[in-house]
């Protein structure tokens, strides 16, 4: 089956907005409200964590300065960034979108929900199984700059040690 939304990228330029080689950028003819933005990655992934991070990236740097020419163009007061990521969030095709929602006070869009009251021992539950799968995030950055940084010292140390003037200039008292 062809994706529906790769196929969009790929045959229909109506109304393409923006495009760079990561990301297209689409006005809504049946958006949610004036000036309704779908921005959708190139690359045929379903879900957002499939995505690298350069992807991402550029996906919410793009998404933000699209979100900066609608406040500036469309006199809107806000706007609702939304992915639905995966089918039980109301993705309608494997492919991720991100919805960039104009919105002006009054336009009668609800996307509003009601809180749900968990109970203490749900609340419970979801922190610690979180902490325990959160605490490592970012570690894997942080011991290769660390291992960059000391790799860059040994280099140093060793042009200092093999620099024969440097060596000269040790031996004068």
Known sequence: MECPICKKIME??????????????FLEQEGLTYGH??????????????????????LFNISNKLSS?????????????????????GQKYPHL???IIPRKDGDGLNLEWAPKQLS?????????KLKEFTKNIGIEKKVKTETAKEKEKEVINAEIKE???IKHLRRIP
Do not use: R, W
């Not at 933005?37 to 550029?58: A, G, M, Q, R, W």
């Not at 020419?69 to 969030?89: D, P």
């Open 97 to 99: 979108t991100l919805h």
């Open 120 to 128: 203490d021992d749900e609340m419970s539950t979801a922190e610690i």
């Open 37 to 58: 933005i779908t921005l959708i990655p190139k690359e045929h992934l379903p879900i957002f964590e499939n995505y690298d991070e350069k992807t991402v990236s550029h």
């Open 163 to 165: 620099n024969y003037l």
């Open 12 to 25: 229909e330029k109506d109304l393409l907005i923006y495009e760079d080689e990561l990301v297209s950028a």
């Open 69 to 89: 020419i609608l406040f500036e163009t469309l006199n809107i007061q806000g706007t609702n960034l939304i992915i639905n990521n995966g089918v039980s969030a």
